[in-house]
């Protein structure tokens, strides 16, 4: 598959910002430490917060940056070739997904499923905006190969979901993949959807799947 060449707007600076990076590392290890301290739901609350102080970032960002949407991968330009690209990566996982959801007798689905699936890329985004906007593209002034900086990047991303094994696993994986094809197309809303697809079935088939009776 050819990819168009990203193109980051110039009004925007196009260089790494350390302090986002050192940032969002570190709310990654204290999610880690109060889930390992405290509870899953404290970490859930934790989470949420964090998010809350993020979104603030980006508004301020965004307001005294031209250009910063852009380059963060908030555009339409390239919507729907990246869309292509990173749903051809999500149906092989869903498919691997699928398969061990039929291995492990996660069928039938529950309605909430679908609920899931249409609500999860909110979710999504602002995961691969924490992946992509604030931990690739700052990781990119260190290394320069693609492959490797994938590779870091989904690294890092995966170890934040420590201490259960199959999401750092999957998260690893997932991670790599489309972070490789974001380099290439960067469209943040593309490979939030990509994510909230993957993630649903990951919830459904993987975490907690519902056992027929």
Do not use: K
């Not at 109060?34 to 301020?60: D, K």
């Not at 339409?76 to 999500?90: G, I, M, V």
């Amino acid at each position: 598959m050819a990819f168009p060449q990203a193109d980051p707007d110039a009004s925007y600076p196009d260089r790494p910002c350390y302090p986002e990076l050192a940032a969002i590392l570190l709310a990654g290890a204290l999610h880690v430490v109060v889930e390992l301290g405290f509870s899953l739901a404290a970490a859930r609350a934790y989470n949420a917060v964090v998010s809350l102080l993020f979104v603030g970032y980006v508004v301020w960002r965004a307001r005294g940056s031209a250009g910063a949407l852009r380059a963060w991968g908030m555009r339409r330009d390239n919507f729907w070739p990246a869309l292509r690209a990173q749903l051809t990566f999500a149906a092989v996982g869903v498919l691997a997904l699928v398969a061990f959801g039929v291995a492990t007798d996660a069928f039938p689905l529950p309605g909430t499923f679908w609920l899931s699936l249409a609500l999860y890329p909110i979710y999504g985004i602002a995961q691969q905006f924490a992946l992509q906007s604030l931990v690739a593209r700052n990781l990119a002034g260190w290394i320069a190969n693609p492959i490797a900086l994938a590779g870091v990047a989904a690294g890092l991303f995966a170890v934040s979901h420590y201490p259960r094994g199959e999401l750092v696993l999957l998260t690893g994986i997932g991670g790599w993949c489309m972070t490789w094809i974001y380099r290439r197309i960067p469209n943040l809303w593309a490979v939030g959807i990509a994510h909230g697809v993957l993630g649903s079935c990951v919830v459904y088939f993987v975490l907690t799947p519902v056992r027929p009776a």
